[in-house]
């Protein structure tokens, strides 16, 4: 494609995108009466328009019908989450019986650590990516030591060759190669949070099964970013926030799925609660605990009805839109910024060093501005521009293809290079 840094080509960019018409289904946060250059989809995504009204008839219905509402409401609240299921498994390549939207991400991170790390005195170190979101090296820390072991010894963290800033996978591979013997899980984030690496999950799955591991992946910054296919991969199990790229507001629940392979294994350790139980005799209220055969044995409790509404209105534009063209227009809008920030390094000293690797990422680019330092990043805030700042010195931008335009690249570029 040949790009042009001009506010033309940009406008003319987005009548030709065919996705132009889903900008208008969310709320742009305003900036002097404009629409912001809102950037920071990877972290909370944008509120569609249709929120409110999925989680008014929830309220409505709570008015009306008081308890009745779990049989009673026009979605009835007992079953609620499984109006969830099927947009959600489509979206990460999962079969439905596979998937469950259920708590938040970190819990979940756990809940399925109680099944699939299971450390034996042979085997129990775990691999994963170093600088992993913190809430994943806490969670990972914490299992460590709950089964008593040291974490200096258990976790084998893969980090950037000297000079680099993204995790070469030859070196993952040879880390589970080296402990082949001794590895019971490989947990990684799909996208690294802070670089916007992608991981080549479907590789890294057979490469720690073959060693005997299982393998997990957090795809907090992967759901709604990239095409999945978490059942065809073969991965153990995964779990995601949808505050990000799911747009379901923030705090939403979380999803987890569990691959087909293990729904059938009812001996697997876990903790339990009655939302996990064999949904026709739950409420026989018998002490116990009958598990269902499907990823929603590992729910423990009832449905967070509002949540869950957000999620379904987001979930539903999301399939209307589909991953295919998502992802298409998401490597056209992702090019775009590296050929804009590319324009502004030509006039500004190469002062912008992209540390996103440009064969392995979604729609994120890492970004560290040389000899600036958060002060930039306040001022593009001041400028009506939204990125995220990350200690200690990166902006990260990701222009979602669901609501962000070639006109918000260009306008972001021209901001940028004012400040420089
Ligand atoms: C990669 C990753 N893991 C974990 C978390 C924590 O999520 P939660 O607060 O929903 O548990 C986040 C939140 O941004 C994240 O980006």
Redesign the pocket.
């Known amino acids: 494609m040949n790009f042009q840094n001009t506010i033309d080509f940009a406008r003319q960019s987005d009548v030709n995108d065919k996705l132009k018409s889903f900008r208008s289904k969310f709320h742009i946060p305003q900036h002097n009466g404009k629409d912001t250059v809102y950037f920071t989809g990877n972290?909370l995504g944008l509120q569609p328009k249709t929120t409110k009204s999925f989680i008014e008839q929830e309220l409505n219905d709570w008015a009306k019908y008081g308890v009745e509402g779990h049989f009673m409401a026009k979605n009835p609240w007992l079953p609620y989450h499984e109006f969830l299921t099927d947009n959600m498994a489509k979206l990460v390549g999962a079969l439905p019986e596979e998937t469950v939207m259920m708590n938040?991400?970190?819990?979940n991170l756990h809940l399925l650590m109680v099944s699939f790390y299971r450390p034996t005195k042979q085997r129990y170190k775990i691999i994963c990516e170093a600088k992993?979101?913190p809430?994943?090296q806490y969670a990972l820390q914490s299992q460590v030591k709950f089964h008593g072991f040291k974490i200096e010894d258990a976790l084998i963290e893969i980090e950037p060759r000297e000079g680099e800033f993204s995790i070469r996978h030859e070196d993952i591979y040879e880390a589970i190669e080296k402990n082949k013997d001794s590895l019971a899980l490989i947990m990684i984030?799909g996208v690294n949070?802070f670089t916007g690496q992608v991981f080549d999950m479907k590789t890294i799955t057979e490469a720690g099964h073959k060693v005997g591991a299982i393998v997990g992946f957090?795809l907090?910054?992967a759901a709604g970013n990239l095409k999945l296919h978490l059942h065809d991969w073969n991965v153990d199990f995964a779990c995601w926030?949808s505050y990000?790229y799911l747009n379901s507001g923030p705090?939403s629940v979380?999803g987890a799925f569990v691959h087909q392979k293990h729904l059938k294994n009812i001996e697997l350790p876990m903790f339990t609660g009655w939302w996990g139980h064999d949904k026709k005799t739950r409420f026989l209220m018998d002490k116990t605990f009958i598990p269902m055969q499907t990823a929603e044995r590992w729910q423990m409790s009832n449905a967070p009805v509002f949540a869950m509404a957000a999620c379904r209105a987001s979930l539903e534009i999301f399939v209307e839109a589909g991953m295919d063209a998502l992802t298409e227009k998401s490597k056209m809008l992702t090019a775009y910024l590296e050929f804009i920030i590319e324009e502004i390094n030509k006039q500004k000293n190469n002062c912008l060093q992209i540390i996103t690797p440009k064969e392995n990422r979604g729609c994120q680019i890492s970004i560290v501005a040389n000899g600036y330092g958060k002060d930039l990043y306040n001022k593009l805030m001041e400028n009506g521009v939204i990125p995220d700042w990350r200690e200690p010195n990166v902006i990260r931008c990701a222009p979602v293809p669901l609501y962000n335009s070639y006109e918000d690249v260009f306008r972001f570029g021209e901001i940028l290079k004012s400040l420089l």
């Open positions: 972290s938040q991400l970190t819990v992993a979101f809430s994943d984030g949070y957090d907090a910054h926030c990000k705090g979380a």
